[in-house]
């Protein structure tokens, strides 16, 4: 299509005259249609993973781009290196090539039409004076769009700024699109509990763009346990699923203190709760973030749930890589321990101290939404849904009381660590002046760990269950 034709469109499109249902190739979904043409100024799609929110949010920039000849676009997201790494692939995946042109320096995508996209990072995570630093910075911006991708991440200051700089004069058109998981953060209370005028939400589930998805992605997203499927798959945002308060129960923990004993021995700076014996162990590594936090490890039982080793300390990584090389000779009796690394941030460089040893490093499945592969990759990548998953999971140990802490400091940070949807947090952390890298590793050290006594069957069930209700969910789907 050629560029006049995009300005009579939008100006069909403002008319409503025009209602876009496919981009190119794309065959648009019925949520996807009703994003790329909702009109109103403030627009969010919320929903589960892989429902198409991505795809919708970039076929809207990309005609905003083309139907409003010499628009400013603003595509923000927390850090520029988001958006470079995790957004920019899919833009120039979906935007046709050789209608636009990128400027990596400037981060800017330039139209021939006089568009353009600025590409920028929020900071909202950032301490109080840095994202003063960043809405100082946008202040000056004069916008007819600003998109917002994750805008879970970005804090409710920066997106009162951004709207104030939504009003590029002769410009027939002003919106601000965002995207959102189902998150417990300012945007639940203005598009959701009691919507704000001129505010719209569209939601929508992983089911709505399942014919777009590998049948066996849908179905082992299903397998993953009720209250994460009606967050990640059909996206549910509401009180329930966004549990407020302590992520661990107090009666959970409460039973935990029972537990808590004074090591055996302590092994320079290592304690040791109990002498190794012939059982499978796995090892949780939670890497420290500079000065700021320690990092540490963590060696639980697969067999018995039961903690028996734990370092923490302010160290560099070559010296946690030692620690943790240490750990798992000591408890090598039956097997090698399962070692299960962070691999964010900080991480990446102890994954590769770690791969250095003989060690038995945990491998994750990595699945790219863009190319719709998954690969293996070495450590655990926390991310908002995973860490949540590393919760569930531990809470459902803990419920059935599997779970057997030893050391006391551990106890105290599990009381304490909260859901909270602070960027930097990843949806649960301590509050400030809080240390959580004991229950990280902890967490880390218990992922899919199913202690032995009598737990298999029920695990089975739930995966039955699970496959049962995406067989009905996609009858009616289909039926619909
Ligand atoms: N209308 C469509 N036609 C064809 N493929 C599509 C369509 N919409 C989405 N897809 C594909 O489906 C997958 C998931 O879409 P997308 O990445 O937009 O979802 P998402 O909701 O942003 O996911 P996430 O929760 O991972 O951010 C991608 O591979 C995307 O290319
Ligand atoms: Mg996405």
Same mark, same amino acid.
């Given at each position: 299509m050629v560029a006049m034709d995009y300005a009579q469109m939008g100006q069909d499109w403002l008319a409503g005259k025009v209602r876009i249902t496919q981009f190119g190739k794309y065959k648009l979904t019925p949520k996807q249609i009703e994003y790329v043409n909702a009109k109103d100024r403030h627009l969010l799609v919320s929903g589960g993973r892989g429902c198409g929110k991505t795809m919708a949010f970039i076929v809207k920039m990309y005609l905003l781009a083309q139907m409003f000849p010499g628009i400013h676009i603003l595509l923000g997201r927390k850090t520029r290196s988001n958006i470079e790494q995790t957004t920019l692939p899919d833009v120039f995946d979906v935007f046709p090539q050789g209608t636009?042109?990128? *400027?990596?320096g400037a981060g800017k995508i330039f139209f021939p039409n006089g568009s353009q996209i600025t590409i920028k990072g929020l900071d909202a995570s950032a301490s109080g004076e840095d994202t003063k630093k960043a809405a100082q910075d946008i202040k000056g911006?004069?916008?007819g769009a600003a998109f917002l991708d994750q805008l879970e991440e970005i804090s409710e200051d920066v997106y009162d700024t951004l709207d104030a700089c939504v009003r590029q004069g002769g410009m027939p058109f002003h919106q601000l699109c965002g995207t959102t998981n189902p998150a417990n953060y300012w945007g639940y209370g203005r598009f959701k509990a009691t919507p704000m005028p001129h505010y719209r939400l569209i939601e929508a589930s992983m089911l709505d763009n399942k014919q777009n998805l590998p049948e066996d992605f849908v179905a082992s997203q299903l397998a993953k346990g009720e209250s994460w499927v009606r967050k990640y798959v059909h996206g549910e945002w509401s009180p329930d699923s966004m549990t407020e308060g302590a992520v661990f129960e107090e009666s959970h923990v409460r039973a935990m203190e029972h537990g808590v004993k004074a090591p055996l021995r302590t092994?320079?700076?290592?304690?040791?709760? &109990?002498e190794p014996r012939m059982e499978p162990y796995q090892i949780g590594v939670d890497p420290s973030i500079g000065t700021a936090d320690p990092c540490c490890v963590k060696v639980f039982s697969r067999k018995t749930g039961e903690e028996v080793a734990s370092?923490?300390?302010f160290v560099p990584i070559k010296v946690i890589a030692d620690?943790?090389?240490?750990?798992?000779?000591?408890? =090598?009796?039956?097997?090698? !321990?399962?070692?299960? !690394?962070?691999?964010n941030g900080v991480g990446q460089a102890l994954v590769e101290e770690l791969? *250095?040893?003989?060690?038995?490093?945990?491998?994750?499945? =990595?699945?790219n939404s863009r190319t719709r592969k998954t690969s293996d990759k070495l450590g655990f990548a926390t991310t908002?849904?995973?860490?949540?998953?590393?919760?569930?999971? &531990? *809470?459902?140990?803990? &419920? *059935?009381?599997?779970?057997?802490?030893?050391?006391?400091?551990?106890?105290?940070?599990?009381?304490?660590?909260?859901?909270d949807d602070a960027a930097k947090k990843a949806g649960a952390g301590s509050p400030d002046g809080f240390h959580d890298d004991r229950v990280m590793a902890t967490l880390l050290a218990l992922w899919n760990v199913q202690p032995t006594d009598g737990s298999r069957d029920e695990l089975a069930d739930e995966i039955r269950k699970a496959v049962k209700t995406f067989r009905r969910a996609t009858r009616t789907n289909q039926a619909r």
């Amino acid at each position: 299509m050629v560029a006049m034709d995009y300005a009579q469109m939008g100006q069909d499109w403002l008319a409503g005259k025009v209602r876009i249902t496919q981009f190119g190739k794309y065959k648009l979904t019925p949520k996807q249609i009703e994003y790329v043409n909702a009109k109103d100024r403030h627009l969010l799609v919320s929903g589960g993973r892989g429902c198409g929110k991505t795809m919708a949010f970039i076929v809207k920039m990309y005609l905003l781009a083309q139907m409003f000849p010499g628009i400013h676009i603003l595509l923000g997201r927390k850090t520029r290196s988001n958006i470079e790494q995790t957004t920019l692939p899919d833009v120039f995946d979906v935007f046709p090539q050789g209608t636009y042109e990128y *400027k990596v320096g400037a981060g800017k995508i330039f139209f021939p039409n006089g568009s353009q996209i600025t590409i920028k990072g929020l900071d909202a995570s950032a301490s109080g004076e840095d994202t003063k630093k960043a809405a100082q910075d946008i202040k000056g911006m004069n916008l007819g769009a600003a998109f917002l991708d994750q805008l879970e991440e970005i804090s409710e200051d920066v997106y009162d700024t951004l709207d104030a700089c939504v009003r590029q004069g002769g410009m027939p058109f002003h919106q601000l699109c965002g995207t959102t998981n189902p998150a417990n953060y300012w945007g639940y209370g203005r598009f959701k509990a009691t919507p704000m005028p001129h505010y719209r939400l569209i939601e929508a589930s992983m089911l709505d763009n399942k014919q777009n998805l590998p049948e066996d992605f849908v179905a082992s997203q299903l397998a993953k346990g009720e209250s994460w499927v009606r967050k990640y798959v059909h996206g549910e945002w509401s009180p329930d699923s966004m549990t407020e308060g302590a992520v661990f129960e107090e009666s959970h923990v409460r039973a935990m203190e029972h537990g808590v004993k004074a090591p055996l021995r302590t092994l320079d700076g290592v304690k040791i709760f &109990a002498e190794p014996r012939m059982e499978p162990y796995q090892i949780g590594v939670d890497p420290s973030i500079g000065t700021a936090d320690p990092c540490c490890v963590k060696v639980f039982s697969r067999k018995t749930g039961e903690e028996v080793a734990s370092y923490s300390a302010f160290v560099p990584i070559k010296v946690i890589a030692d620690k943790v090389s240490f750990l798992s000779s000591l408890f =090598s009796e039956m097997d090698r !321990p399962l070692v299960v !690394p962070e691999s964010n941030g900080v991480g990446q460089a102890l994954v590769e101290e770690l791969r *250095k040893r003989d060690l038995k490093i945990y491998i994750r499945e =990595s699945f790219n939404s863009r190319t719709r592969k998954t690969s293996d990759k070495l450590g655990f990548a926390t991310t908002y849904s995973t860490k949540m998953q590393l919760i569930e999971h &531990a *809470k459902g140990l803990m &419920a *059935k009381g599997q779970v057997r802490v030893r050391e006391k400091e551990t106890l105290d940070e599990l009381k304490v660590f909260r859901y909270d949807d602070a960027a930097k947090k990843a949806g649960a952390g301590s509050p400030d002046g809080f240390h959580d890298d004991r229950v990280m590793a902890t967490l880390l050290a218990l992922w899919n760990v199913q202690p032995t006594d009598g737990s298999r069957d029920e695990l089975a069930d739930e995966i039955r269950k699970a496959v049962k209700t995406f067989r009905r969910a996609t009858r009616t789907n289909q039926a619909r």
